[in-house]
Structure formats: structure tokens, C-alpha cells
């Protein structure tokens, strides 16, 4: 790759291809905040990046540094190699990224007016007014403040006035909102994963007894609290949880699962200053913790090629009664 150690250009459109950026891509002028950036070929920023609009048509593409659009970031649906965002992901327009071909890596939070990500993995929270995600891994939370749809998706919670889920959904953690009942297709389902042995399904080794997902039905589960502001204005908030079983769980003396790790290593990862790992593999190495390799592991949950045993939500009050 050809090294820039400074951007000076003066044309209002940048084209990188098979450069190495040393410096951030920062306007220096008025002239320069309209300056459109387009990434045709191999290409790694070392620092941030604030473009009027950033179109990715090739790569691999890698940004260490923050990145601001006005308008848009769109990934070209024909674009088929990784493309990398170490830092936060921002734009007052839209963020697109829906190539089938390649796999986007946001490794901290993403925030638009409106998203639509495919085969894409976001390692902290996404927040816009409208979020479309097929084919994705979000380790945080999925705020949308108009509506979000979900197709064949592993999240951590969400949050939404409208929800409309397609396929396979599953939660990382105990609870998600919704204003409005949540919508789902036919064939949609919705597992929370939060007393599943995820550590035990990456590692290779088998998941431990009395764990597993958990079916959600969005319907018999939903759950109606009404909350009141000062002014005394009403607004109903829908809840679908597995709180009450994770409580059973942890009064059982469950052992203690290492989900935590997966979630807070990806969203971490850009930050750490080492890699760490869950411990040995079935081959007897080291399981890493990064963020490619948490990708890898929740891609292949979505395609059936690690599978989860359902787990039982049935227990004994005598378990948790004091001895006679």
C-alpha cells in the first residue's frame, strides 16, 4: 500500500485505494466538510474520518479513529472484503452496509437517523429512528425511536415503539421493550440465550447441565407496565423477560456461565490492551476473545451450525425452602 502521511488534497472528492492513512481524515476548511470520500481498494486509516458522505466499493477497509458522515456511509451490496471500524460509527443521514458477500465489523456504537445492516456485527449498541438488521450480531442494546425490524438476528436487548421480528431472533440478556405489541411473521421465533452456556458452545467442549435457551412467546409472555411522568401524561411500556427464571437459576447455585465474557471482550476489544480468552479449546489451545472470533460464533448459531438445547423453565419450590 501506498503511504499517506497527510491528506492535502483539494478536490471535493477523495478516492482511497491500496493506501495506508497515517493521519486522520479531518476537514481543515468550510471547502472541506463537503468532501465526499469514496474507498475503492485496500485501504487502513490510523486515525478518524469526518467526510460529507463515505461510499466503500472495495477493500479490505479498516478505520483505528471515529467516523462522521453528514449525509451517508454506504457499503456497495457487491463489496466483498471485511471492512472494519475499531471506534464509534456516526452520521446525521443513514448508515448502509447490506453486502452478502463481505462482513462488516463495527466495534463500537453506531448511531444514524436511519440503519440497515446486513451480515454485519456492531459490538456495542446501535441507536437511529428506524433500524432494519438481517443476518445480524449486535452485542448491546438495539434503540430505535420510530421502528426496528429484525430478521435472523442475535442482540443483546431492543427497544421500540413498533417491532416487527422475521425468522430466528435471540436476546443476550434477560429482558426487551417495545411500546406496541410486537409483530412477528409465521415462522418467527424469539430464544433468550441468557442461561445458555455460551462459553462451553465457542470453547467446543459441550454445554453444561440445566442450561439452554429459552422460547419467548411474544404473545402469552408480554408483560404491560404503565409509566407516569410528572405531568401525569400515561405511556404503556411492553415487556418480554426471562427475569423470573434467571432468579430461579441463580438461587439454585447455578454455576457460574461466562457469557459476560463474549459481550464485554467485543465491546471492549478496540479499548484492551490484551487479547484474553475463555479458557482451553477441545483441541487444548487458548479460545480467544476477539472480536472476529465472537463474530465467527454468533454467525454460526444464526446458521444452524451450532445448535442450543432448549432448556426446561420448570423447578422446584423445595429447592429453595430451608431444611426441616
Known amino acids: 500500500m501506498k503511504t499517506l502521511n497527510e491528506i492535502t488534497l483539494d478536490d471535493s472528492r477523495l478516492v482511497l485505494k491500496d493506501n495506508l492513512v497515517r493521519s486522520s481524515v479531518l476537514p481543515r476548511s468550510s471547502k472541506e466538510m463537503a468532501r465526499d470520500i469514496e474507498v475503492q481498494g485496500e485501504t487502513e486509516v490510523l486515525g478518524a474520518l469526518y467526510a460529507r458522505s463515505l461510499e466503500i466499493r472495495g477493500g479490505p477497509f479498516t478505520v483505528d479513529g471515529s467516523v462522521f458522515t453528514q449525509d451517508e456511509i454506504h457499503v456497495a451490496p457487491d463489496a466483498d472484503q471485511t471492512i472494519h471500524f475499531k471506534k464509534v460509527v456516526a452520521s446525521t443521514g443513514t448508515i448502509s452496509a447490506q453486502s452478502t458477500k463481505c462482513r462488516c465489523l463495527f466495534g463500537a456504537d453506531v448511531n444514524a437517523k436511519k440503519i440497515t445492516l446486513r451480515n454485519c456485527i456492531v459490538a456495542a449498541c446501535a441507536f437511529a429512528e428506524e433500524?432494519?438488521?438481517?443476518?445480524?450480531?449486535?452485542?448491546?442494546?438495539?434503540?430505535?425511536?420510530?421502528?426496528?425490524?429484525?430478521?435472523?438476528?442475535?442482540?443483546?436487548?431492543?427497544?421500540?415503539?413498533?417491532?416487527?421480528?422475521?425468522?430466528?431472533?435471540?436476546?443476550?440478556?434477560?429482558?426487551?421493550?417495545s411500546v406496541e405489541s410486537i409483530t412477528t411473521l409465521p415462522a418467527a421465533k424469539l430464544y433468550n440465550l441468557t442461561l445458555a452456556d455460551l462459553g462451553g458452545l465457542m470453547r467446543g467442549v459441550g454445554e453444561r447441565p440445566n442450561t439452554g435457551k429459552i422460547t419467548l412467546d411474544p404473545v402469552v409472555d408480554e408483560q404491560k407496565t404503565t409509566l407516569t411522568d410528572e405531568a401525569g401524561n400515561h405511556n404503556i411500556l411492553r415487556t418480554y423477560s426471562v427475569a423470573g427464571k434467571v432468579l430461579a437459576a441463580d438461587l439454585s447455585q447455578m454455576d457460574k456461565l461466562q457469557n459476560h465474557f463474549l459481550m464485554t471482550a467485543g465491546s471492549l476489544g478496540a479499548q484492551l490492551l490484551k487479547t484474553y480468552n475463555l479458557g482451553p479449546g477441545k483441541d487444548g489451545n487458548p479460545v480467544e476473545l476477539t472480536l472476529a472470533n465472537i463474530a465467527a460464533f454468533f454467525f454460526d448459531i444464526l446458521a444452524g451450525r451450532i445448535q442450543i438445547t432448549p432448556l426446561s423453565g420448570t423447578f422446584s419450590l423445595t429447592d429453595f425452602a430451608p431444611p426441616a
Open 131 to 177: 433500524i432494519d438488521l438481517q443476518d445480524c450480531i449486535v452485542l448491546g442494546g438495539v434503540f430505535a425511536t420510530k421502528s426496528l425490524a429484525l430478521d435472523n438476528c442475535v442482540v443483546g436487548t431492543f427497544n421500540s415503539p413498533s417491532v416487527l421480528l422475521k425468522r430466528d431472533i435471540y436476546l443476550l440478556l434477560p429482558s426487551a421493550f
